[in-house]
Structure formats: structure tokens, C-alpha cells
């Protein structure tokens, strides 16, 4: 079965700096990836997903992510962290053809001024 | 509707009394999801329905736990007996047939067992 995991359940960035979350996954076939946003008292709202084709792929507000095989990883981005980036943010994987996600346990994103 | 809507937004139950949580998914999207999601966790997957198959209730953390799902639309989850630990926000979603353009989320449901 397919599983996520997040490296640091905190992550702390000045504004302007560099966002990189860290995401890295289990799955016995080529997965689905995802990342989701959570503002706070809000549900999830997709960022960006891959499902197949170009490994870097691209979503909303300016955040991007790169599918590695190699390293079983799907780090999420932004160059320039804004303050309404603060949010939390969770990285999900599917099996192809199975609808059961599975979510990673989320990164709670800090952006000071 | 435009989005995944959850009711109630926020609710205070008594432990030991039942309570249902209602999702009202996106028209004709015919799969649905609940997930709870308890403070500083992670989401807990609890059921998935797809069209009229036989749901997925592997995720459901006791008997106390149940889901319906009428005519392929609304969905109910109800939980019996609500314990202290119950209390979290419950979050459902929904998508389309296929698992690749990933889920539309509710705000969710708030429950606090008091």
C-alpha cells in the first residue's frame, strides 16, 4: 500500500526567502502525487498534482514540484515565499487506478516579514 | 453545487450521544470520501464510495462508525456513543471517476465531544 511522509511537521521561512517542503512516498506502482494547501479553519485545496508526463510540474500561486522516481520524492517549491503562503501543507499519493489517497501528516509553513 | 458542502460547520455534542455529519458533493461527481483530520495530525482516511459499488469502509476506527450514501449523492456519517477522542474535524471530499484529478475538499466539520 502506498504511503507519504513529511520531513518536518514545521518549516519557518523569511519573506522573499526560498519554500522547499519536503515530501517522499511509497507506493508498489507509479503513483499519483499531490500537494494540498489548508488555510487556516478551511478544507484542503489542491496546489498541483502528477499523474503522468512532464516531471515538473506547476500549480497555483507560484509553487512548483518535481516528480524524482529515483528518489521516491515529490519536493514542493516556491522561489519567493509570500506572507499569505502561511498555511499548512499536506503532500498525498494514489495508486493508478485505486481512489484511496493517502495523505502524509502535513508541514505547517511560517513565512516572517 | 459549486463546491463540497459540509453541515454543520461546528458542532458540541455530549459524550455518550450520537451525531450525524452531513456532504453534500459536487454534482455528478460519483465518488466521496471522509477523512478525519484531529489537531496536529494528519488526514485519517475513514470511507470512500465510488458510484453504487460497495463502499470502502477499511478506514472506520469502530462499530461506532457508519456511513451512508443516498442516491449516489448526499452523504451521511454518523457516530454512536461519541467518546472524548472522537472530537476532531471531519473533512469530505469528492472527484470525478478517476483518482487523477485529484479531490474537491469541504470546509469540513468541527466536533467536539464534551
Known amino acids: 500500500a502506498q504511503s507519504v511522509t513529511q520531513l518536518g511537521s514545521h518549516v519557518s521561512v523569511s519573506e522573499g526567502a526560498l519554500v522547499l517542503l519536503r515530501c517522499n512516498y511509497s507506493?508498489?506502482?507509479?503513483?499519483?502525487l499531490f500537494w494540498y494547501v489548508q488555510y487556516p479553519n478551511q478544507g484542503l485545496q489542491l496546489l498541483l498534482k502528477?499523474?503522468?508526463?512532464?516531471?515538473l510540474v506547476k500549480g497555483i500561486n507560484g509553487f512548483e514540484a518535481e516528480f524524482k522516481k529515483s528518489e521516491t520524492s515529490f519536493h514542493l517549491t516556491k522561489p519567493s515565499a509570500h506572507m499569505s503562503d502561511a498555511a499548512e501543507y499536506f503532500c498525498?499519493?494514489?495508486?493508478?487506478?485505486?481512489?484511496?489517497?493517502?495523505f502524509g501528516a502535513g508541514t505547517r509553513l511560517t513565512v516572517k516579514p | 453545487g459549486a463546491g463540497v458542502s459540509q453541515s454543520p460547520s461546528n458542532k458540541v455534542t455530549e459524550k455518550g450521544k450520537d451525531v450525524e455529519l452531513r456532504c453534500d458533493p459536487i454534482?455528478?461527481?460519483?465518488?466521496l470520501y471522509w477523512y478525519r483530520q484531529s489537531l496536529g495530525q494528519g488526514l485519517e482516511f475513514l470511507i470512500y464510495?465510488?458510484?453504487?459499488?460497495?463502499?470502502?469502509k477499511s478506514g472506520l476506527p469502530s462499530d461506532r462508525f457508519s456511513a451512508e450514501r443516498t442516491g449516489g449523492s448526499v452523504s451521511t456519517l454518523t457516530i454512536q456513543r461519541t467518546q472524548q477522542e472522537d472530537s476532531a474535524v471531519y473533512l469530505c471530499?469528492?472527484?470525478?471517476?478517476?483518482?487523477?484529478?485529484?479531490?474537491?475538499f469541504g470546509s469540513g466539520t468541527r466536533l467536539t465531544v464534551v
Open positions: 507506493s508498489s506502482v507509479p503513483p499519483y
Open positions: 464510495f465510488q458510484g453504487n459499488s460497495a463502499p470502502d
Open positions: 454534482s455528478g461527481h460519483t465518488a
Open positions: 498525498a499519493v494514489s495508486d493508478r487506478g485505486n481512489n484511496d489517497m493517502r
Open positions: 471530499a469528492s472527484s470525478p471517476s478517476s483518482n487523477n484529478y485529484g479531490y474537491t
Open positions: 502528477y499523474t503522468t508526463g512532464a516531471t
